[in-house]
Structure formats: C-alpha cells, structure tokens
C-alpha cells in the first residue's frame, strides 16, 4: 500500500551485471544483481528478478514507485557507437552488423522497455553513465565533502571522470573519452593473458606478484602516452577494440611475442610478466591523476568507483600514499553499482534532497542488501527436499569449532550481499593457518587457477596486530601487507613462477599472497553480530582472529542466492558442512546429489 514516502528504483542493464537498487526517502532499502537470480554470471539482461526481489523486500508494488532511473543514456551511447564505426569503416563492419540487432530491437528503445517490463507510468530519468558512479561513491560514502574519480571501461563517452562532491552536489570537473581508456588498456591484456574481458581482470591483479615487469616501458613507449597531470592517450594503433570483435590485434602481438594465450592453456612466465607489467602502470596513472586531483581539488578526502575502482592492490597503494587523508571505494564500483548512482542521483540532483552525513558511517549497510531467508523457508527447503540436518543452538560457535578442525564450511546467513564480493553472509569459509587451505579450497572448491589468493576476514578490533592497515576494509577493497612478526622468513630457493605456492610465507598462510599481501576484510561486531561471533569463536579456540573468506560459488558460477543455490554448490564441490541460518549440514550425511534437479525458483519471469 501506498505511503507518504518517496520510492526511486535505479536500474542498470545491457552491458554486463545488471542490477537494481530500490530508496525509501533516499535511503538504501534494497539492492541485488540479476545474475544471483538468473545464475548466468554477469547477466546483462533486464534486470526484473532483482527488481521484483528489490520490491519484496520494501513490500510495495511496481505502482507505489515514484521514479524510475536507468543509469545511463542510450541515445548518447549510440551517437559514439556510430561515430566510432564511422572512423574506423570499413574495418568494423563485422563488429557493426553484430552489434545493430541489440541496439535496434532494445537499447534505442530503452525508455518504453522499462515502462513495458516494470509495468510502470511514472517519470523514468536517465543520468549519465559516470555521473551514476560519481553518485554511488560520493552519496553512499560517509564523507559531507570529497573529491571523486571513475574510471571504467566506457560509458557514453567517458571513461575518466573526476570532480568534488558538497553536500547534496556533484560536479564533474573534467573527463577524459573514448577510446582512451584506462579500463580497455587493463582488459586488452586481461584478453591477452587468456582470460575473459569484465571478469577476468581479478585474475590478473592476482597473478602480477608472481611476474617482474619488464615490459612496463614497451607499454610507455608504444602503447599508452601518460601526461604530467594523469590524462593520457592510448595509441590505438595496437588495439581493435574500437570497432573489431577482439580487443589487441597483430601490430600487438609481434610487440609482445606472439599471439594471445588460449583460455586454460598453460601459464608461462610471459603472462605474469604482463600481468605485473600493465599492474604497475595501471598503479602509477592512478597515482598521476590522484595528485593532479588532489592538487586542484584542494580536498582531503577521495570516493572511488567505476571498474577500475575494484583494483584493490591500486586502491591499498593509492591510500598508504597519503595524498588523501581518506579514501571510500563504492563496494559495487562497476556496473551493478550504476543502479545505486542512477537512483541516488534522482534523490538529491533532480529532486534536490539534503544530504545528512554522521561521521564514520556510510549509507551502505555493510553492502547487506539483498534478501534474507527466514529460519522456516530455510526448513521448508530441506524438509521438501528430505535433506538432512541437524539445528543448532549457536551457529557462530558450530562454525568455529569445525573451521578451526581445518574443515571447510558454506556459511549462508541474514541479507546477501551487494558487489562483487562475499562479506560473510554468502561465503566459503576455511582456516587462514592451514597450508594446504588455499590449495584445497583453489582445486577441490572452487575449481579455479591455483594462484589465486584468498581473502581475510579479521576481527576489526584485531585489523592493526596483524596487517599494516590503520583503518577498517570492511568491503575488501584494499590490499595491505601482512605484519612483519607475523613473517616466515624465505630462504632463497629456486621456486621460480607458481612454484613459489609452495612456500609458507606467514603463520596465515592460506591468505598472504606470494608479495606478502592480502585483501582485507575487517568485521565490524555491530555491521555483521553473526560473522564477528563466529571469528570471535575461532580466535577463542585458536588464538587466530583471522579465517579464510571466499565467496560461495564455484568458478564460472555467480555468487549464492538462495538455500537452494547454496546447496547445490555445496554438493557439487568437496565442502565439507553447509550451514544454512541456523541449520547445520554434514557432508557425509547427505544423499546422492543428482544435478538435474530443477529446484523451486523464487524469482521466475513470466
């Protein structure tokens, strides 16, 4: 039923993790991607599951919404698409002709869409791709003024923003266009190492400590043109992304010696060197427009979003810099995280809201946005299903007795997250001591490459014993380097490339990197009372207030949504114990799991 309040629900859609993010009176009510829902990874398409979930959760119908807010503008996203084809014609007629058919039948009707699939009459608005992200990193952070910075791959134009948040304002103060791009420089070597552009580029970040960078100035000198201020020009004589279906072409591979890895081939040496290489310089054109903001901008604090943003390793270096006395990175920094720009930016650009800020607390509630399962739902499934199960007094307490006997546990609790990471509500959960932890978890869980690192999650009041980082990270989003005392000292080896997995680095070993680092997350007791007990627990039992964090999923696969989801995962990889709320499942208990099982779906279009 209808109430005095103000509804806004921001969409993002038709490129990659579509998402919707609903206000109440400009606060975040709810938020999820579509991919959780439709269980296809980085789902572009309509994101109407996630609405309707978005929806359940205020408990208000499509016709309670005042305004609709879709977070960029089609018709000026086309106008480069076709200049773009234009410039590079005949070359990009294959990429043209795949392209039209999209943006023909969908994207050029974008306003009418959302009015068909919602169902909605009220006024629909449409803010720019980066002002959306400029908006979900300052209006979401808990700074009352800040400078800001996006960079992505593109949006209409842009691919770099920067400017300074003021209260309910924010004003773009210069950008920088396609195709130069900072974001396509970074996925044209994620191609090129063999790996899928939007959501490969962690791989690469993770597999850069493993490389040197030697061809660092091959990219300087032939590839990327990088001014005193930060601004820069990639010279596109070596890529086809403009207008071609690939991201490099043959000019760059004869530059780097050959043609593209083919996925899941072999990891040589040369990836890691790449990987390192374009790392490096992706931290130093950070850091140039990091000062040149900083200078002209006068401000003290920096937001962060766009993909770029979610480099956490540039992220960690750009904050121990101290160009800025604080950073905040928006926890859905890419797409998914337009749905919160676009409806944030109708609340306080369009209708002009003020804007209260309470020193040290963000609007984002953890990132906890997405939908909770009742203990009785929980029940219902396993009951239906005749699954068994044992219900548990305390789970935080079961979780920590098992964690620390070095088993691997699914931990599905309260409201999912939103973004790209798990934060303790959909994760896999392991100990940190173990040194068989990250190789188990990588090949028997995961199903993924070896190299890459796991995450943890520390006890916030524990953060500064052992990792050299003098703030919380509650979302994961800075690397710091583990505390010296907590160091085993290498002697030097012949470990040479992914063998060097093969050292103990530190007394946690199943989360430092093969540099020393991690990617922290700090739990917060109030944030998140469940998770925080359970570490609690463990340290406790162990002494350690440091657990093993991944998210729940296996590799290819979106994060869990529902007790169903988290139970096929669980029976499809080697966990060992599900803990779903309050309901405490053993492996060995189980019975055949037959994959082809078609499980009730909550959120099923028409």
Aim: net charge neutral; with cysteine.
């Amino acid at each position: 039923m209808k109430n005095n309040s103000i509804y806004i629900l921001g969409i993002s859609a038709y490129y990659h993790d579509s998402a919707a993010c609903l206000l109440r009176d400009g606060q975040i009510i709810a938020a999820a991607q579509e991919e959780r829902f439709s269980r296809k990874k980085h789902d572009p398409d309509f994101p109407l599951r996630a609405v309707r979930s978005c929806l359940d959760i205020a408990q208000i119908e499509v016709g309670d919404l005042d305004y609709v807010a879709f977070y960029d503008k089609p018709l000026l996203k086309f106008e480069r698409l076709l200049e773009t084809y234009l410039a590079y014609a005949p070359l990009g007629i294959r990429s043209f002709w795949k392209a039209m058919p999209t943006w023909l039948k969908k994207k050029l009707w974008i306003k009418e869409l959302l009015a068909d699939e919602l169902g909605f009459e009220g006024e629909i608005l449409f803010p720019e791709h980066h002002q959306s992200h400029a908006a979900s990193a300052f209006y979401a952070s808990p700074f009352e003024e800040a400078a800001f910075l996006t960079m992505d791959g593109v949006g209409e134009w842009t691919t770099t923003s920067w400017g300074v948040g003021q209260g309910k304002r924010i004003d773009i103060t210069a950008e920088l266009h396609f195709p130069h791009s900072l974001g396509l420089l970074y996925s044209a070597f994620t191609y090129y190492t063999g790996f899928k552009v939007n959501s490969g580029e962690y791989k690469v970040m993770g597999l850069a400590p493993y490389g040197e960078p030697k061809y660092k100035q091959v990219i300087y000198d032939y590839l990327l043109d990088l001014r005193e201020d930060g601004s820069f020009r990639l010279n596109m004589e070596y890529f086809n992304f403009a207008a071609g279906l690939t991201m490099t072409n043959r000019k760059f591979n004869r530059l780097f010696g050959g043609p593209p890895r083919k996925p899941e081939s072999e990891l040589t040496q040369r990836e890691m060197d790449l990987a390192r290489s374009v790392q490096e310089v992706t931290e130093e054109v950070l850091m140039k427009v990091a000062q040149h903001i900083s200078r002209e901008s006068g401000m003290k604090k920096l937001c962060l979003a766009g993909g770029v943003a979610l480099n956490c390793v540039s992220n960690g270096k750009l904050l121990r810099s101290g160009l800025f006395d604080d950073i905040w990175v928006q926890p859905a920094a890419g797409d998914a995280g337009g749905a919160l720009g676009a409806a944030l930016a109708v609340w306080y650009l369009h209708l002009k809201k003020e804007r209260n800020v309470t020193p040290g607390l963000d609007f984002q509630y953890g990132s906890y946005l997405g939908r909770e399962y009742s203990e009785q739902e929980i029940r219902t499934f396993l009951d239906r299903h005749n699954l068994p199960y044992h219900l548990v007094d305390d789970p935080a307490v079961e979780g920590a007795r098992l964690i620390a006997q070095e088993k691997v546990i699914g931990w599905f609790q309260g409201r999912m997250e939103f973004g790209p990471r798990a934060l303790g509500n959909r994760s896999i959960l392991g100990d940190a001591r173990s040194a068989t932890m990250q190789t188990t978890m990588n090949l028997k869980i995961k199903y993924r490459e070896s190299f890459r690192p796991f995450a943890p999650s520390v006890l916030e009041e524990d953060l500064a014993e052992w990792f050299a980082l003098d703030r919380p990270s509650p979302y994961m989003l800075l690397v710091a380097k583990v505390l010296e005392k907590h160091i085993i000292p290498q002697e030097e080896t012949a470990y040479r490339g992914l063998e060097r997995l093969r050292q103990k680095r530190s007394t946690i070993p199943a989360v430092t990197h093969v540099d020393y680092s991690a990617r922290v997350q700090s739990v917060n007791r109030n944030t998140n009372p469940r998770y925080h007990k359970l570490i609690r627990e463990f340290k406790k039992l162990t002494g350690c207030p440091v657990i093993v964090n991944t998210s729940f999923n296996v590799r290819g696969e979106p994060i869990v949504e529902s007790p169903e989801d988290a139970y096929r995962c669980f029976m499809r990889t080697e966990m060992d114990h599900l803990i779903l709320g309050n309901f405490l499942l053993n492996k060995e208990d189980q019975p055949e799991f037959v994959d082809t099982i078609k499980w009730q779906q909550v959120y099923e279009p028409d």
